[in-house]
Nanobody, 123 residues
Framework: QVQLVESGGGLVQAGGSLRLSCQAS????????MGWFRQAPGKEREFVTA????????SYADSVRGRFTISRDNAKNTVFLRMNSLKPEDTAVYYC????????????????WGQGTQVTVSS
């Protein structure tokens, strides 16, 4: 149904910025809410942010609110994650995910996942 490919990760100094992209393939992209999750070594996958089908509603984890911004361009089948003021604790593999209709904050509520992109923030 939906294939997701993340890009844009890398190594950045604390305080720096990155923009992640998630390119989706498949039909009816605008029927899916999109989310970003991250997983650090030895930790469970955690919710970062999500956006509704047309971008009217967004949700953020407390740890990233005010620093990260999610957006989407349905014409390009793409969702973005702008990350500012990065901290070492943001280091993780970041995953793009999709689910039908409404946003959700639990990994098990998402149906499709990308391969992940590594973000490493040095102190």
């Amino acid at each position: 149904q939906v294939q997701l490919v993340e890009s844009g990760g890398g190594l950045v100094q604390a305080g720096g910025s990155l923009r992640l992209s998630c390119q989706a393939s498949g039909r009816t992209f605008n029927t899916y809410a999109m989310g970003w999750f991250r997983q650090a070594p030895g930790k469970e996958r955690e919710f970062v942010t999500a956006i509704s089908r047309y971008g009217a509603t967004t949700s953020y984890a407390d740890s990233v609110r005010g620093r990260f911004t999610i957006s989407r361009d349905n014409a390009k089948n793409t969702v973005f994650l702008r990350m500012n003021s990065l901290k070492p604790e943001d280091t993780a593999v970041y995953y793009c995910a999709a689910r039908l209709f409404a946003v959700a904050g639990r990994p098990e509520e998402y149906d499709y996942w990308g391969q992940g992109t590594q973000v490493t923030v040095s102190s």
